[in-house]
């Protein structure tokens, strides 16, 4: 009897499993080809400022194609962000060894600065489809969805995606949505100077104006400039269909 129970828990586990899996694999599967309409957390900061009563709240949200976009814009945020995306799988471990080393030392500090270590893959899995939050089943998910994302998506439609979800302001999500609010044109005609300044917003886009950079937006905007420039600029692009081995004169930072 003990041992028939054992068979119908363990069998319906793994049909329970192989359901959340269908289940959410399904989306990120098609979404390698169709284009999300909204984005998890572009809902989950509507309904907070629906709480907070903020009235005149609107999301600004356009999809452009990843030709529709400058590649400066492109070149930018891996710039800013992810160095290594064209080569890593998801997870870039050697900054996740890196932020564990920062933040143990921050910890100490009476106002700790925490540094974090995601690339642009995980910001992908995070903003689409996940709920804010620090729990530890939240990143659990994060690093499944990264997986399922990373298997079945390449490159340039993870880039693409994250060029159209990410927040550059309060309300505004996508380089389309900034560059016409901020800049009074389309993502095309971004330059490197635009395109810096909104990567450069980007670790807190609340805090941090593209219209009225602050001294730290400003001197990181110099510092994605030059990491622009080592990258070799629009040809960095080139490594996302055909990878090679990162060069050693790279600057990783964050």
């Not at 994060?142 to 880039?159: D, G, S, V």
């Amino acid at each position: 009897m003990k041992k028939s129970f054992g068979r119908r828990l363990a069998r319906g586990t793994l049909i329970a499993l192989a359901a959340v899996f269908v289940v959410t694999a399904l989306p990120v599967i098609a979404m390698r080809w169709m284009d999300p309409w909204y984005s998890a957390f572009m809902l989950d900061a509507a309904l907070e400022a629906s709480r907070e009563g903020k009235a005149k709240y609107s999301t600004d949200y356009r999809w452009r194609d990843l030709e529709q976009i400058s590649p400066h814009a492109a070149v930018a945020v891996i710039a800013a962000e992810d160095q290594f995306f064209p080569f890593h799988t998801g997870f870039d471990l050697k900054s996740i060894r890196e932020a564990v080393r920062s933040n143990e030392q921050q910890a100490k500090k009476k106002r700790p600065r925490v540094r974090g270590a995601s690339t642009i893959s995980q910001q992908v899995a995070k903003n689409l489809f996940l709920w804010s939050g620090r729990s530890y089943f939240r990143k659990g998910c994060e690093a499944y969805f990264t997986l399922l994302i990373e298997l079945t998506w390449p490159k340039e439609r993870i880039l693409e995606v994250y060029l159209n979800i990410a927040q550059f302001g309060d309300g505004v999500y996508g380089v389309e949505a900034a560059a016409q609010r901020f800049y009074r044109m389309p993502a095309a005609k971004l330059g490197r100077y635009e395109a810096a300044t909104m990567a450069a917003v980007l670790p807190n886009p609340i805090s941090f104006k593209v219209n009225a950079p602050s001294a730290y937006v400003t001197k990181r905007r110099d510092f994605i400039l030059e990491q622009m420039r080592r990258l070799g600029g629009p040809n960095y692009l080139d490594e996302l269909a055909n990878p090679t081995a990162p060069p050693k004169a790279r600057t990783v930072k964050r």
